[in-house]
Nanobody, 123 residues
Framework: QVQLVESGGGLVQAGGSLRLSCGASGLTFSNYYMGWFRQAPVKEREFATAISGGGGATAYADSVKGRFTISRDNAKNTMYLQMNSLKPEDTAVYYC????????????????WGQGTQVTVSS
């Protein structure tokens, strides 16, 4: 079965950086679009960024554009999220997810999810 496992979360000061990883198994990784979502306390899960199977196409939410960079290494079945210039409002549980087609931004259109990794940005 498909499994996604996030890692790399932690506590960082405002202005700092973190890199998240999402390892995938049980699928032909390069055939799948991947996305990062996040969910802050008492808020709905929201789209952050997505990447095509080959890595040539990406999409970003306005709130992270210019600060976050999504990438993937298909040889390692791993996706990454480089987060720079972090702000306290970036504090959330970050989830990776996958879908077969398209740079989707809707939670409901993704088929498989990881368990999430906590990112906390202190002011």
């Amino acid at each position: 079965q498909v499994q996604l496992v996030e890692s790399g979360g932690g506590l960082v000061q405002a202005g700092g950086s973190l890199r998240l990883s999402c390892g995938a198994s049980g699928l032909t990784f390069s055939n799948y679009y991947m996305g990062w979502f996040r969910q802050a306390p008492v808020k709905e899960r929201e789209f952050a960024t997505a990447i095509s199977g080959g890595g040539g196409a990406t999409a970003y939410a306005d709130s992270v554009k210019g600060r976050f960079t999504i990438s993937r290494d298909n040889a390692k079945n791993t996706m990454y999220l480089q987060m720079n210039s972090l702000k306290p409002e970036d504090t959330a549980v970050y989830y990776c997810a996958t879908r077969r087609y398209g740079l989707g931004r809707s939670v409901s259109t993704y088929d498989y999810w990881g368990q999430g990794t906590q990112v906390t940005v202190s002011s």
